[in-house]
């Protein structure tokens, strides 16, 4: 096996289903001899048991050192991340009227949440007077409350938050991320590291000996 390389590309953050945690399973893995590749994937770097963390930090230096073990005298090469965060999940194939009622909640939750804050930034601003002393200059006659203003500044302001959250129920209007789904992804990084960082100040890294 001598001058053979194995090139490693481990994520970061990897869900599993089963306790038994494969190479392949974390990382893509290629090599020019199928059949060391094919024994690189098969190798088991952890294994989950019941009652203990569903979460584990392992360090790429651990798993270089299995597969030396595993396939004596070829070269790793890794182009991935130093450490990898592994998470056992449970996944309920059979969704029951608890997923119906969390869809429920949420949306209410956001819907009348959102609708508060926008009622409490104008009533901050004090948007009814701007308005009815905007209608009196352009008019030259009062305001009753309930003008073309107020019509049309709702459905600019209903435009303005679907064009920017990117989305018209299920669709989306162009194929960028919404700024939802990019604070989503910094907030994963951000968690990930901080529970990596954890992991390691904390001496819970699966490493070498």
Known sequence: MSNVTVYLMAERNTEVQSEDVFLKDVASVRCADSQIEAKVKSIKIHKFHSGQDKKCVISVLKIISLIEERCPGVTVDSLGEPELLVEIVNVNKHKGWQQGLKIALVSLVSFFGTAFTIMAYHNDIGIRDVFAELYLIVMGTESDGFT???????????????????????????????????????????????????????GKTIDVS
């Open 148 to 202: 073309v203003l107020e019509v049309f500044y709702s459905i600019g302001l209903a435009l303005g938050i679907i064009v920017f959250f990117n989305h018209i129920g299920g669709r989306r209007i162009t194929k960028d991320p919404t700024p939802i789904e990019v604070a989503m992804r910094n907030y994963e990084e951000d968690v990930d590291k901080a529970l990596i960082a954890t992991a390691d100040r904390e």
